[in-house]
């Protein structure tokens, strides 16, 4: 049995987390500043109601016989770049960026001390970006870009990044909210706001990949789930910039790619594949 706690896990993937990991005998200790979420969990779960950006109140938590971490933690919403209200541009990257960090850097030592492991949800927007999400996958790319670092900084402590797609956790209709009616994007946010459903697995299927990381005896360093987040990312790592960018709008706009881009695209990506085979073979 293994102890770990896990920020973020009062609802959607940081709770489904904390639920598989009780069910499978380790030791929970559950994190959230939703003291109301936490109070749902079963007993077995041990829970504290606090902010991830507050690094005194997480140290008090942290238990001394850490095995894990698993940052579950993050905000979201959409809204176009220039739209977006500073004060939610902040929170963003107050919580899923200064908070995932103040998490992890007060549970270093104790980690270190047991051999133990971070476990870092992150995005496969931390590797792309969507219209309308450039804030969200801004913080995520700086999660990214952190967690890389850590991982080569560290002898003792295994540094793992799970990158699921669209999962339904609630999310994306919560992050609504802040599209703008009076935005000069106006004609894209009301589109949004009416018809973007990402669609996306159930946040049971990214924490089974959560848990894997946490009990594997050779964890990867990258976990990335469903096939959506694979092909965007194929999509990104081979396509034009151009008709990237048409296929991302195309994606948020629930609209199909039209025909003359897809054509396109298939010339871009059979040159692709053939330029990589042909440094392989």
Known sequence: MSTVFVTGAASGIGRA??????????????FDVDADGLASLPSAIETHVGDVTDEERVRETLPSDLDALVNCAATYELGAVEDADWEVVERQFRVNVFGTLAV???????????????VTLSSVLGRASLPLHGVYAGTKHAVEGVFDALRAEQDDVDVVLVEPGAVRTGFTERAKAGLDGDSVHRDLSDR????????????ERVARVVVRAVESSAPKARYLVTGQ?????????????????????ARVRNRSVPRASLELIGDALSAGVTRVLGRHG
Request: net charge positive; proline share 10%; with cysteine.
């Open 104 to 118: 992890t850097r007060a549970a270093l030592p104790l980690l270190r001390a047991n051999g133990g492991r971070v």
């Open 17 to 30: 987390t904390a639920l598989r990991l009780a069910g499978r005998g380790h030791r929970v200790v559950a």
């Open 192 to 203: 949004v706001a009416r018809h973007y459903d990402p669609g996306g697995v159930p946040p």
């Open 229 to 249: 987040a694979r092909l965007l990312l194929f999509c990104r790592a081979l396509l034009p910039e151009p008709l990237y960018d048409r296929v991302a709008l």
